[in-house]
């Protein structure tokens, strides 16, 4: 009979943890909250897989109002997720498009949808 490990079981134990997690965060990608302004203005929903109510955070990607993505979050939003958390992260507009302070504007209306 193979020796238990301190060791061999805190694996065993990571290792149930993190197949426990695969698999149970629905994510919805690409919702538009703001018809108006076409893909700049969707977000990615990550949740768990139950629908009872849930706390709820909103992920908005850094860059200056300038450049970056939702999907830079994608990952902090799996794990909000496995978690028990809903994570929603954002794109809004950049550049030109979302000078001050339409970015900021974008901002609020995703927290509102």
């Given at each position: 009979?193979?020796?238990?490990?301190?060791?061999?079981?805190?694996?065993?134990?990571?290792g149930a943890c993190l197949l426990?997690?695969?698999?149970?965060?629905?994510?919805?990608?690409?919702?538009?909250?703001?018809?108006?302004?076409?893909?700049?203005?969707?977000?990615?929903?990550?949740?768990?897989?139950?629908?009872?109510?849930?706390?709820?955070?909103?992920?908005?990607?850094?860059?200056?109002?300038?450049?970056?993505?939702?999907?830079?979050?994608?990952?902090?939003?799996?794990?909000?997720a496995e978690e028990g958390y809903?994570?929603?992260?954002?794109?809004?507009?950049?550049?030109?498009?979302?000078?001050?302070?339409?970015?900021?504007?974008?901002?609020?209306?995703?927290?509102?949808?």
């Amino acid at each position: 009979m193979p020796r238990l490990t301190p060791s061999s079981v805190l694996c065993a134990a990571l290792g149930a943890c993190l197949l426990l997690a695969c698999g149970d965060v629905s994510v919805r990608k690409d919702i538009s909250y703001d018809d108006r302004f076409g893909a700049q203005t969707t977000l990615d929903i990550y949740a768990p897989p139950d629908t009872s109510p849930r706390a709820a955070v909103m992920l908005v990607h850094g860059g200056g109002w300038r450049e970056g993505s939702k999907e830079q979050l994608a990952a902090l939003a799996r794990r909000l997720a496995e978690e028990g958390y809903v994570a929603a992260s954002i794109n809004y507009r950049l550049g030109p498009e979302g000078a001050y302070p339409r970015a900021v504007q974008d901002t609020r209306c995703a927290f509102g949808f």
